[in-house]
Structures are given as C-alpha cells and as structure tokens.
C-alpha cells in the first residue's frame, strides 16, 4: 500500500520537528477565511496535539463561520481576527512558530498575510491544494491528499507526535476528512485516505455522531433558504452540462442568513441527471462569491483562476467577482461558452 511516510514530501519537516520536541514553544496556527470542517478540524487537532505536549498555543480564523463547526473539541481556543484583531495580531506577534493549515496562498488569509509575512517566526505550510506559494521555511504539501486532516495525521505519525494524540484530535481530524470528502463520494479513491480513517476510528471516536453534529444540524430557515433557491433561483444549461444557482442579498435577507447556511448548496445541481459542473454565486457585501464543482475531467479549479481570480481542487473551487450579480452570472454564462469543448462533450 502507498504510504505518504516514504515520500520526500517530509524531507524540509525536521527542522519544525526539532523545535516542536525539543521545548515549550509558541504557537500560532493559521487557517484560511471562511473556514470549513477541514479547516478547523485540521487546525484543532494541531491545537490538541501540540497543547498535549506542553506548548502554548492559539488558532487563529480569519473571520467567523459557521456553527456547525462549533462543537469541535479545543474551539474555545479558536480567535476569530474580524472579530478581535487585537488579540489575535497579539498571539502572531508572539509566536515563535506559525503553522499554516489547508491554504497555500496569502490571500486566504487576506486579513493578516502582513503579520504572518512580517514575523520572524519559523514557518509550516501543511496543506493539499495545488501549486502552494512559497510563503513558508517548511512546505508540506500533498495534491494527492483527500484533506490537511489527512497530511496532519500523518505529520503527527511521521515525527512521533502520535503519541499525544487522543479522541478529541482523532474527532477533529476525521470530521476533516469527512467533510472534505463529501462523506467519502468525492476526493477519496486512494487507499490511504481509509488506512488513516481505520486508524481514527481506533482512537474510539464516535463517527455517527460527529456526521450528525455537521449534516444533522441545521436551521429550518436554511432547508427553506435551500429550497428557496433550488426552485426560483436555478438555471439549467444543458448543452454545456452546467447548472448554476445563486443567492442576492435580499434573498438572503428574506431568509435571516446566518454564516454557513448555504454550505453544501453547490453541490445540489450536480445530483441532476447529466450535470457536470456547478456554480454556486452568493452576493456579499462588496463582491460575489463564487464556489465550483464538477464531476470527472473539467477542472474548476483552472475555470476559477482564469475568470474568477480564484483557484481550489480540479473538482472543487471558488473565486469571486467585484460586478454586480447581473452581471457576473452574465459573464459566466459567457466564459461557458468559451469552455464549449470540454463542457459540451456527451461523454461523461
Ligand atoms: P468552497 O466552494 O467550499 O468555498 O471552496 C472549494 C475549494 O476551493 C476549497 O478547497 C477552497 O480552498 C478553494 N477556494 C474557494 N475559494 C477560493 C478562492 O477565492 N481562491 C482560491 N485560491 N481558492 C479558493
Ligand atoms: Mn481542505
């Protein structure tokens, strides 16, 4: 069976390692804006871990998100910068290491990228998305990785770190593969993906319920919110296999949005018989946000980058736009056409 152990993806690690064994350390654990389960799992299971061994540690989130994510173990010791910068610029001042987790590009962390550019403080990128700028003293960087949860437990495994592990990093760690997967459909045909979720189940954690507590948990404003936007806001392009939803501001406000109401939205037009890409527009307060996703070879990540100053995975993206909802889903209907090729190809 693969192993990530064998491969020089660990070769720069021994530095970071050394400091991490070898005393109390401060230490800052960044993850990327609008955080998902993967970017908090990933980022508390580093907390839980390194916090076992003695170090002094704090994460740290761009902005909110949503509550869903909330129930993690070690949450409490998430500082969200939007809402107190103050302190949060503090723990980066402070830190002696900064561990990056599940971005590789300084504008996922647009509000801070100066403090963390500025530091003097060693540098650790661990992370699964393609092409990682060159930001960090040690860049741990896996495409072939399913989630950051994944590459951090085998961090952990690979510097001996295992051992301060418990059922709460396992928790963390699994919701991070779980979610990053779509409950294992997608992102996750490699054999190693299960080796590692076989060893968290081994930490006896409770696997229904943290499905319950992400999937299990919503409002009933959200299921209308979705069925809202799946009825009245949907349009279906059959000749490029595409089909796009959006939400404005005043749907959103009709429905009383809360951060994370409209996560897994994307993926609804992607059920319908013959889809292969979906789009997924949310207007936000000066610009739209854009998530892709496709299924097989039509890479989003590339649409993303190309038309939408964005990036992301082959199969699932994101990127935004500063024009009006109007005229983006206008523009993308257009940058469609220009994808005629590969999008208008019957062969799934
Ligand atoms: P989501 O649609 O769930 O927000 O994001 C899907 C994937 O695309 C994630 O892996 C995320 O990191 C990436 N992504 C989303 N938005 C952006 C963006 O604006 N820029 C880049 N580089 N990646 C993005
Ligand atoms: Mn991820």
Not at 62 to 71: A, I, M, S, T, V
Request: glycine share 6%; proline share 3%.
């Amino acid at each position: 069976m693969e192993d990530r152990n064998d491969r020089k993806i660990w070769q720069d690690a021994s530095v970071v390692l050394e400091l991490i064994r070898n005393g109390c350390r401060r230490i800052a654990i960044i993850t990327h804006i609008d955080p998902d389960g993967d970017a908090i799992g990933s980022s508390l299971a580093l907390f839980i871990v390194l916090r076992n061994m003695g170090h002094n540690c704090h994460v740290i989130s761009p902005n909110g998100y949503p509550d869903f994510l909330k129930w993690m173990p070690g949450n409490d010791a998430i500082t969200v910068f939007d809402e107190e910068p103050e302190k949060a610029t503090q723990f980066l001042g402070r830190a002696e290491i900064i561990i990056s987790v599940d971005f590789n590009t300084l504008k996922r962390i647009k509000q801070f990228n100066d403090k963390v550019t500025g530091s003097a403080a060693y540098k650790l990128l661990i992370d699964h998305h393609p092409d990682p700028e060159s930001f960090a003293d040690c860049t741990i960087s896996d495409t072939s990785a399913s989630s950051s949860a994944e590459i951090v437990y085998q961090f952990f495994k690979h510097g001996g770190l295992d051992r301060y592990m418990d059922t709460d990093a396992a928790t963390c760690l699994f919701a991070g593969i779980m979610t990053d997967t779509g409950c294992f459909s997608h992102n996750s045909s490699k054999p190693l993906t299960y080796k590692v979720t076989a060893e968290l189940l081994d930490f006896h954690i409770d696997k229904d319920k943290i499905y319950s507590l992400i999937y299990d948990n919503f409002t009933d404003k959200r299921m209308r919110l979705l069925g809202f936007c799946l009825n009245s806001n949907m349009e279906v392009i059959r000749e490029y296999h595409t089909a796009y939803i959006w939400l404005t501001r005043k749907d959103l406000q009709e429905y009383n949005f809360q951060v994370g109401d409209s996560e897994g939205f994307v993926n609804y037009p992607l059920s319908i018989r013959g889809i292969r890409f979906s789009a997924f527009f949310i207007e936000k307060e000066d610009h739209i946000k854009i998530s892709f996703r496709s299924r097989g070879n039509f890479a989003v990540n590339r649409f993303a980058e190309k038309y939408f100053n964005g990036g992301g995975h082959v199969n699932a993206s994101g990127g935004e736009s500063t024009d009006t909802m109007e005229e983006t889903l206008k523009r993308f209907k257009k940058m469609l056409t220009l994808q005629k090729e590969s999008l208008s190809d019957d062969e799934i």
